[in-house]
C-alpha cells in the first residue's frame, strides 16, 4: 500500500521538555564519547610501542599517522561531543517558518526565531535534509549554549547537527519555495532519491579512503621493521580498514535495487528489546516483532540507523520495500524521509 502524507507517523522530541529526557538522547554521546577516548588510548599506546620497538624514520612516520587520527578525535570530543552532551539539558524548541522564514545560501539554510529583535538560526544540511524542510516546513532546536551553538533536528530523526544562533541570515541567501509533500514511491520521492544520491557519494569516498590508508599503514608497516610484532599489528591494522571499506559500496547498491524496483509496504511492528546505540553513536541494533500476511515474525535490526528505530518505537510501525518474506532481508526506511536500512526477516 502507497503511504499517505495522513498515515506515515514520525519521531519528533517533546517540545518544551529537556532534550536529555530520552535517555537514548544521552546514551548516544555517551557512547560517541566513550569511543573517542578509547581510540586515543590505543592509538597513543600503538604508536608508542611502534617506536620503541624500532626507532627510526619509517617508524615516526607510521607513528605520526596515529598521531594525527588521536589529534582529530580530540578536536571531535572537545568541539563537537562534549558540547552536544550540555546542550542536551536545554528544552525543545519547535520551529515552524512562514513565507520569509526559511532562507538558503548553498548548504546553509537560516530560519528566522520569533522575538522582538532579529534573530537566526543557522545551520548547515544536507541536500536531502534541505527538501525534506522545504517541504514540512518543522524542525527542531535546543540551546543555545554561551558560544551561541544550537543542536537542529528535523522530524523523523534523533540526531542533530550543530548550527548557531546570528542577527543575520547566511550572506546570499534566497527564500526557500515552499515546496508540496505528496507521498509517492520511493523512486518518485525527491527526498528519498537525493538522499540515496549522497549515501553513494559518501560511500565511494570513504571506501577510496579507507583503502588508501589501509594501503599507506601496510606500506609503513612492511618498510619499518622485519620485527614479527610490528609487521602482524600494521597488517591486522591494514586489513581491517581495507575490509570496512569494500564493503561500503555493497550495502548502497542493496538499497539502490530496492528503491528502484520496489513499493512502500507498512507493517505493524514492535521492538522486542531497547535500542542499543553502537560506538559511533549514528546507528544501533535491536529485535522486534512484525505481522506479516502469514502470522508474526522476527525482525533483527543489526547495525541501522538509530533513526529507523526510533521511528518503529514511538510509531510502532515498520516501512519496507517490496513484499516483505521470512528468512530474507528487506530494505526497510520512511516515506518522504532520509531514512534506509537493511534489516532481517526470520
Not at 537560516?110 to 522582538?116: D, E, K, Q, R, T
Amino acid at each position: 500500500m502507497e503511504p499517505t502524507q495522513e498515515r506515515v507517523l514520525v519521531h519528533e522530541p517533546r517540545h518544551g521538555e529537556p532534550a536529555a529526557a530520552d535517555s537514548l538522547d544521552v546514551e548516544i554521546v555517551t557512547k560517541q564519547r566513550n569511543r573517542l577516548i578509547n581510540s586515543m588510548v590505543v592509538y597513543v599506546v600503538a604508536g608508542a610501542a611502534v617506536v620503541a620497538l624500532d626507532p627510526g624514520p619509517l617508524s615516526a612516520g607510521l607513528a605520526t599517522i596515529l598521531a594525527a587520527v588521536t589529534v582529530a578525535q580530540l578536536w571531535l570530543l572537545f568541539f563537537r561531543v562534549l558540547p552536544c552532551r550540555r546542550l542536551l539539558a536545554h528544552p525543545v524548541v519547535l520551529l515552524t517558518p512562514g513565507p520569509g522564514q526559511l532562507l538558503v545560501a548553498g548548504s546553509k539554510v537560516s530560519v528566522a526565531l520569533p522575538g522582538p529583535e532579529p534573530r537566526w538560526l543557522v545551520v548547515r544540511l544536507p541536500a536531502s535534509k534541505r527538501v525534506l524542510l522545504a517541504g514540512l516546513r518543522r524542525l527542531y532546536f535546543i540551546g543555545p549554549d554561551p558560544r551561541g551553538r544550537v543542536l537542529v533536528g528535523l522530524p523523523g530523526g534523533i540526531n542533530g547537527r550543530f548550527g548557531r544562533i546570528r542577527t543575520a541570515p547566511e550572506p546570499g541567501s534566497v527564500e526557500s519555495a515552499e515546496q508540496p509533500r505528496p507521498m509517492v514511491a520511493a523512486l518518485r520521492d525527491p527526498v528519498v532519491t537525493t538522499f540515496l544520491r549522497e549515501v553513494r557519494q559518501r560511500s565511494w569516498g570513504m571506501a577510496g579512503s579507507f583503502v588508501l590508508l589501509a594501503a599507506g599503514i601496510w606500506a609503513l608497516g612492511n618498510l619499518a621493521s622485519d620485527l614479527p610484532g610490528t609487521r602482524t599489528f600494521t597488517m591486522i591494522l591494514a586489513v581491517v580498514y581495507a575490509v570496512t571499506g569494500l564493503l561500503m559500496p555493497v550495502r548502497v547498491a542493496t538499497l539502490s535495487s530496492a528503491v528502484r524496483e520496489q513499493p512502500w509496504q507498512e507493517l505493524h511492528a514492535t521492538l522486542d528489546t531497547a535500542i542499543t546505540p553502537g560506538t559511533s553513536g549514528a546507528v544501533g541494533k535491536a529485535t522486534g516483532r512484525v505481522m506479516l500476511p502469514d502470522g508474526e515474525a522476527v525482525v533483527r535490526f543489526p547495525r541501522v540507523p538509530l533513526d529507523l528505530l526510533v521511528n518503529v518505537r514511538d510509531t510502532r510501525r515498520l516501512w519496507v520495500l517490496g513484499v516483505p518474506e521470512r528468512g530474507r532481508r528487506v530494505v526497510a526506511g520512511l516515506p518522504g524521509h532520509p531514512v534506509l536500512a537493511v534489516v532481517n526477516l526470520r
